[in-house]
């Protein structure tokens, strides 16, 4: 789908900004966050750029993404952002995004079909939900004030509520990288037929 570094610019530009909206989007609605666990799009998101964009746009966006908020604009999620987020529980799943859109683009850079878009889409939630999931215990153990009894088995149970949503939205991912592929044929590395 990238044509050009210009057009490589203004895709990553695009998601970013597309992570700003997915990081708030549930934020008026505060029983979605679950042990501090903000409930968003965002991994959604970042699936997408990595099968649209491929693993080095992609992977850029997510970058160009967490820049902006450790710069101070409030583009994570609740709002948040600034130099103080490096020490927030939750830190680690702005930094999977980047290696899960890496990760992703890198799985689909020659294989486009419906089911490797699927299984790259699952792989790269599984990524983040492990990446993030163990920076938060870590966080909490280290450096954070710890909630009373906290383990790292209630670190994975503060991840159940989100998991159905993002399972979900993972075959959602795949359906629009599908079908995008097809309306832009030239984002193909492969020539895989996708099915309708």
Do not use: R
Not at 85 to 92: D, E
Not at 120 to 137: K, R
């Amino acid at each position: 789908m990238v044509k050009s570094q210009v057009h490589g610019m203004v895709l990553a530009s695009l998601f970013a900004a597309l992570m700003a909206i997915g990081a708030n989007i549930t934020s008026i609605v505060p029983i979605l966050v679950v042990g501090n666990v903000p409930i968003t799009l965002q991994t959604v998101v970042c699936v997408i750029a990595g099968l649209l964009l491929g693993k080095k746009w992609g992977a850029i966006a997510m970058t160009v993404y967490m820049l902006i908020g450790l710069a101070g604009m409030p583009v994570f999620a609740g709002w948040g952002g600034g130099l103080g987020t490096l020490i927030s529980p939750t830190f680690g799943f702005i930094l999977s995004y980047i290696v899960v859109s890496w990760f992703v683009g890198l799985l689909t850079e020659k294989n486009k079909s419906f089911v490797m878009l699927v299984a790259a889409a699952l792989l790269g939630t599984a990524l983040n939900y492990f990446l993030g999931t163990n920076w938060m215990y870590m966080a909490y153990k280290l450096w954070f004030n710890a909630p009373e009894g906290f383990t790292y088995t209630m670190a994975w149970i503060w991840m159940l509520p989100p998991a159905p949503k993002d399972i979900i939205l993972s075959f959602v991912a795949a359906a629009v990288g599908a079908k995008m592929l097809k309306v832009f044929p030239q984002a193909q590395a492969s020539k895989t037929s996708i099915p309708a």
